[in-house]
């Protein structure tokens, strides 16, 4: 299993620049999930899934959208960059149990927007 | 506000020496708790999950130990090596459920020095 893959690892936008970071797993989970990483803070939720065709937003949305047209793949797009954008971004794919849930996140996307 | 505190921010210590990282939560109601390892340039990886019913667990060199009363968890780090240099991250759960309300601590860098 590769698990949870990104793509690309690097990116440098300009303001405005739209652009699609890729997220897939091969575990068959269904809930997968998208995250910014900014220093000195926790990691802070953009969008999740629960299932194919199915999004909901999370604690900072805006400038997001997503979709997710199969189990495996959950792309994040940024619409119109921003200098606020430049963050890391992880995608997590999670493993449901009667007990609890567990996370498995991808190696991360490090986007600078100038 | 649902919030997770660690300390220290960050930390050096000597290679083979043990060390002790805090974790302060607020999240209410209370489902359970994670740590996650975070190489630099990776995403984080799962250490220990603890539930409201167990008060510790361990995973080789890492223990992990939990007061739900306090609402304070730590993670400890026995005979430390240069691989455990990272960024440790304490995570609540305040829901059984899918883990889209997860709340993150900004974590711990942690430097082992040879």
């Known amino acids: 299993n590769a698990g949870v893959t990104q793509t690309p690892k690097f990116q440098v936008l300009k303001t405005g620049q739209s652009m699609t970071l890729q997220c897939a797993q091969d575990m068959n989970h269904e809930y997968m999930s998208w995250y910014r990483q900014d220093p000195g803070m926790g990691l802070r939720l953009i969008h999740y899934?629960?299932?194919?065709?199915?999004?909901d937003q999370g604690e900072v949305p805006n400038g997001y959208n997503v979709s997710r047209s199969t189990t495996e793949d959950f792309p994040l797009r940024l619409l119109s960059a921003a200098p606020s954008q430049t963050s890391v971004y992880f995608c997590?794919?999670?493993?449901?149990?009667?007990?609890?849930?567990?996370?498995?996140f991808g190696p991360g996307t490090r986007l600078t927007v100038l | 506000k649902n919030q997770v505190e660690q300390s220290p921010q960050s930390l050096i210590i000597l290679e083979g020496k043990n060390c002790t990282l805090q974790?302060?939560?607020?999240?209410?109601?209370?489902?359970?708790l994670r740590w996650y390892k975070q190489d630099t340039g990776r995403g984080p990886v799962s250490l220990t999950i603890?539930?409201?019913?167990?008060n510790t667990k361990s995973n080789g060199r890492y223990t992990a130990t939990l007061d739900a009363d306090t609402k304070q968890s730590s993670l400890h780090i026995t005979a430390s090596q240069l691989s455990d240099s990272a960024s440790y991250i304490c995570?609540?759960?305040?829901?059984?459920?899918?883990?889209?309300?997860?709340?993150f601590g900004a974590g711990t860098i942690l430097r082992v020095k040879s």
């Open positions: 997590a794919s999670t493993r449901t149990s009667p007990s609890y849930n567990e996370q498995f």
């Open positions: 899934s629960v299932g194919a065709g199915i999004t």
């Open positions: 995570v609540v759960s305040p829901s059984p459920e899918y883990g889209n309300k997860l709340v």
């Open positions: 603890m539930t409201f019913s167990e």
């Open positions: 974790c302060n939560y607020t999240v209410s109601p209370f489902s359970n």
